[in-house]
């Protein structure tokens, strides 16, 4: 089965750039996604990233795939306090693998 | 449009007491996934139907049984329940095609005492 590892914490000052790092086992997926979940609600998608491309770039928002290392990051630039929420990493398809999430926090 | 709806939100049981954990989606999805989610666990799938009339065991189908009943309903049963199945409980749904992206509702917070 596939394993999708993300570190459980992040804080930056607002303006600041994050961050958010994923590793995953399996590298037969056709896309790689990032998820939202905000407090006592369910996920959102945020972006993804289609498996031949490196990057891809959304607003403030850009995704690094490094399929040699098994390797997605998304960063978020001039972050805000209202993009404070969990990150989730997600592989497959509909046998989705998601990660544990990591909680970013964003302090003024 | 109403998207993913799931019902009740907040459920609690004794062990061994069964429920049904409904869902239900007004957005002409093909696929639905019922997950659970645990603290530094992420989101783990127990079950998803791909398209009306076939389901598929996830990561952590044990302890479940699901239902299509319908293109729009898939419904989550615990027969017996234990307090391992203390959750948060989220039913998804999309196409099954393209980038799939998944729609989620809002959860069931179930406690097993």
């Known amino acids: 089965g596939e394993d999708v590892e993300q570190s459980l914490f992040l804080s930056v000052r607002e303006g600041d750039s994050s961050v958010i790092n994923c590793t995953y086992t399996d590298s037969s997926s056709t896309y790689l996604y990032w998820y939202k979940q905000e407090p006592g609600a369910g996920l959102q998608l945020l972006t993804y990233i289609f498996s031949n491309m490196d990057m891809k770039q959304d607003q403030r928002l850009t995704v690094l795939l490094n399929k040699k290392d098994k390797h997605l990051s998304l960063r978020i630039a001039d972050t805000q306090t209202g993009d404070s929420a969990i990150y989730f990493c997600?592989?497959?398809?509909?046998?989705?693998?998601f990660g544990a999430g990591t909680r970013l926090t964003v302090k003024p | 449009n109403a998207g993913v709806t799931q019902t009740p939100k907040f459920q609690v049981l004794k062990t061994g007491q069964s429920m049904t954990l409904q869902c239900a989606q007004d957005?002409?999805?093909?696929?639905m996934y019922w997950y659970r989610q645990d603290p530094g666990m992420g989101l783990r799938l127990i079950y998803y139907s791909a398209s009306e009339g076939t389901t598929d065991k996830g990561e952590v189908p044990n302890g479940y049984n699901v239902s299509r009943l319908n293109k729009r309903e898939f419904s989550l049963r615990l027969e017996s329940a234990a307090p391992s199945q203390t959750s948060v409980y989220f039913c998804?749904?999309?196409f099954g095609t393209g980038r799939n992206e998944q729609f989620f509702g809002p959860g069931t917070r179930l406690t097993v005492l």
């Open positions: 997600a592989v497959g398809y509909n046998d989705m693998r």
């Open positions: 998804a749904s999309s």
């Open positions: 957005m002409n999805h093909n696929s």
